[in-house]
Structures are given as C-alpha cells and as structure tokens.
C-alpha cells in the first residue's frame, strides 16, 4: 500500500511525465522520430523520395501522403499549428505565398544558392523545382479521330476538338492554375476569360490533380491534354504514344517548393534533419526531377526544342491574385 507521502509523490511524477510528454508533442509533433511529409507530387515520384529518404534515416517513422495542392494548401490553411504536416512539397510558389501569410511556415536556412529570380529573403518559401505546360495528345487515339494535332491555344477551340481535351482544375491544381494565368497574361483580362468561356465547353473534364491529363492521354481515355511537361518528356521518350507539343504562344510555369510548416514549436531533430537532406544539392537531384533548375548553377533545360520559351507570368507567385482570380474561376463555371 502507498502511504500518502508516496501517493502524492507518485502523482507529482505523474504529472512530470504528462507534461514532458505533451511538450514532446508540440515540439516534434507525433514523436522525436515521426516525420509527416504531404506532397502535391504525383505518386510515382513520392515512392521514389520516400525510398531515398528510408535509405538515408531508417531510424525515423517517414511517411508522404499525396494531397493535390489546392486541397494541402487549404488543409495547412484550415488546421493551422494544429495540422499533422511537418513538412509541405510541391505547394506551388501562389500557394505557398499564401501559407507564409497566414503565418503557417517557419523559416529554414538550407545552404544552398538559388537563382536570383526563386530567392525568398525570409527562408520560408524554399524552390524547388520549375515546371511549365504542354499540350500532350495521344497521336494514335488523333489518328482514329481524323484530327491533327493542335499547336497552338487558339487552336483547342476547333469545334472538333470539343469533347476530347482534359485540364486539371485550376481550383485544385497549381498545373491547372499557371494555364489559367498564363492566357489571362497574354490576351488580358477580358481576352482570357472569353478564351476560357470557350474551352470551358469543350473541356471533356477537369481533373482534381496536375498529373491526371497526361495519364488519361496515355492510356487513351482522352485524346488532348493540357498537361505537364517533364512527365509528358518522359512517357514520349519509352516509346508510347505520347506526343508532346510546346504551344506557338509560350510555355505557362511555376516553380514548386518545400515548406517547412509550422506547427506551434520548435521541429524536432528528425524533421529538421529530413528537411535538410530534401533541400541539399543531392536531395535537389531527387526531388526536382523537372528539366528546369532553380539551383544558381544548376543544369539547364534538356528535352525541350529550339522553339521553346516561357510565358509571361508576371503575378504567379502574388498569393492576393490568386485568390481573386480562383474566385472568378470559381464565379463562372463551378
């Protein structure tokens, strides 16, 4: 039997450990060793950072869960120092402008030179990667059809185009969005709407995620996407009948990034450690696999042709734009 001395002892130890505990929780966030990784990468790439990271820590609890990024940005947004996520990739650089608003990232020094162009003063908005959009068609499903291939915007308003194009969703998708203000840029507010009005019709669907246009063009459930370039590159280059074509108008982009989001205490070892290997020049290598660096003297673009170049996009990184431009999005077809 314990007597009372020892009772309120082993109470006051109690509440010791509760605390320690607690603390533990606020700091690390789910353990010294749990490390929450969300990405807006498709899912083909996340096993392959996951296996890089599992390699470098075996100690540490990783996992990446894949989130499109309108719905993790707005996931970070809702929870706030109360979210699960220790660490954000793939948020584009709109999105992540709007989390560092809120008050959501923490600052994180990694060491390494960016291009002028990519460099956040505070640290908190950390690039990644550039990606910029193709129009990707299925030459064998065009083939079936009796339709050649567009290559251009203006082109996709063929009446004969209606029904087989698909578009991510700008509302979900920062693939979906960097479409949407990359013709807003270049035929002005009243031109890029009514270009809109128009593909609106003839879009077949709008997908939730970046990725799904190029997929669904693959495998034939679609003749035409609005789509990624460097996984459009790669499914052309193993031989499937993929092609993909640079509109006569630019290229529309954005650069992606790896946040380090916060949760209302100091991140623990393991998550600032993880968060350290993601952002080193090696970890670049994996998770930028885009053909666009945005290392200072990172590789120049490989697998595009002599024609390509990049839209005007002023704005893109601007987190108040967006918000105004999705809620036109959103007023007018959804």
């Given at each position: 039997m314990l007597n009372k001395k020892n009772k309120m002892l082993m109470t006051l130890l109690l509440i010791v450990a509760l605390c320690a505990a607690l603390c533990g929780c606020a700091s690390s966030g789910g353990g010294d060793n749990?490390?929450?990784?969300?990405?807006?990468?498709?899912?083909?790439?996340?096993?392959?950072?996951l296996a890089y990271l599992q390699e470098?820590?075996?100690?540490?609890?990783?996992?990446?869960?894949?989130?499109?990024?309108?719905?993790?940005?707005?996931?970070?947004?809702?929870?706030?120092e109360d979210t699960d996520i220790d660490i954000a990739m793939s948020l584009s650089s709109g999105y992540a402008n709007q989390l560092k608003d809120a008050g959501a990232l923490l600052a994180f020094d990694t060491g390494v030179e960016y291009k002028d162009e990519f460099v956040d003063e505070d640290n908190m908005v950390i690039p990644n990667g550039v990606w910029a959009g193709a129009i990707v068609v299925n030459t064998s499903l065009l083939e079936q059809l009796g339709l050649e291939a567009p290559t251009s915007y203006m082109d996709l308003l063929d009446e004969a185009y209606a029904g087989h194009i698909v578009m991510a969703n700008p509302a979900s998708s920062s693939t979906g969005y960097f479409f949407l203000q990359g013709i807003l840029n270049l035929y002005g507010e009243d031109g890029g709407w009514a270009f809109f009005d128009s593909l609106h019709e003839s879009v077949m669907m709008f997908t939730e995620s970046g990725s799904a246009p190029v997929?669904?063009?693959?495998?034939?459930?679609?003749?035409?996407?609005?789509?990624?370039?460097?996984?459009?590159?790669?499914?052309?280059?193993?031989?499937?009948?993929?092609?993909?074509?640079?509109?006569?108008?630019?290229?529309?982009?954005?650069?992606?990034?790896?946040?380090?989001?916060?949760?209302?205490?100091?991140?623990?070892?393991?998550?600032?450690?993880?968060?350290?290997?993601?952002?080193?020049?090696?970890?670049?290598?994996?998770?930028?696999?885009?053909?666009?660096?945005?290392?200072?003297?990172?590789?120049?673009?490989?697998?595009?042709?002599?024609?390509?170049?990049l839209m005007d996009m002023t704005g893109i990184s601007d987190s108040a734009l967006k918000t105004e431009i999705l809620n036109a999005w959103s007023a007018r077809y959804e």
């Open positions: 749990t490390v929450n990784i969300y990405s807006a990468n498709y899912e083909e790439e996340i096993a392959i950072e470098i820590f075996p100690e540490y609890n990783i996992t990446i869960t894949y989130l499109s990024s309108g719905n993790l940005a707005a996931k970070i947004a809702a929870e706030g997929t669904m063009v693959e495998s034939g459930e679609a003749a035409i996407a609005l789509g990624i370039d460097y996984q459009a590159i790669a499914l052309a280059s193993e031989s499937s009948p993929i092609e993909v074509i640079f509109a006569d108008e630019g290229a529309p982009y954005d650069y992606d990034t790896a946040l380090l989001i916060n949760r209302g205490g100091t991140p623990s070892e393991a998550v600032l450690n993880v968060m350290a290997a993601i952002t080193s020049e090696e970890g670049n290598d994996v998770f930028n696999n885009y053909n666009i660096s945005v290392l200072k003297d990172g590789p120049e673009a490989v697998g595009y042709p002599d024609s390509f170049y």
